[in-house]
């Protein structure tokens, strides 16, 4: 596929479905993601792999971080936040990891590094037609470092 065909062409499909990406598929969107621009070479990203028997206790974490920011929450929102887990039969999780002290590379950058190192992840998936969405959870706003 040509670069700019790929970009044109993505989207996110509404529902994701059977097969999970090999382990070779999910290496390419690795290598993919390496290959963002990151001056400071701080590599300022992580990808968690969760898998299918893994996506039980990631909903688990997901609802314990909505209550915990939203202590009002009621079952159901915290059944909707924990079935989250279950929407895709493989889950990538994006971590940014900043270092906020950093002497030479700013936050920011360290932010957008970690995007585009995302970006390429996503790019790759797509040049190999798997599906893919980008999400976001409350458990972003509560995992202790």
């Given at each position: 596929m040509e670069a700019l065909e790929n970009l044109m062409s993505r989207r996110s499909p509404n529902?994701?479905?059977?097969p999970a990406p090999s382990k070779a598929a999910l290496d390419n969107a690795m290598a993919a993601a390496v290959r963002a621009p990151d001056h400071g070479k701080l590599k300022p990203w992580r990808f968690i792999v969760i898998d299918s028997e893994a996506r039980s206790a990631f909903g688990d974490v997901m609802a314990r971080c909505l209550k915990r920011q939203q202590p009002d929450?009621?079952?159901?929102?915290l059944k909707r936040e924990l079935e989250k887990a279950f929407r895709a039969p493989t889950i990538v999780v994006a971590v940014a990891r900043i270092q906020p002290q950093h002497p030479k590379?700013?936050?920011?950058e360290q932010l957008l590094a970690?995007?585009?190192?995302t970006q390429n992840f996503r790019s790759e998936e797509h040049t190999s037609e798997l599906q893919s969405r980008f999400g976001i959870s409350y458990a972003v706003f509560c995992l202790k470092k």
């Open positions: 529902k994701l479905a059977e929450a009621n079952d159901e929102m590379i700013p936050e920011v970690a995007g585009a190192a």
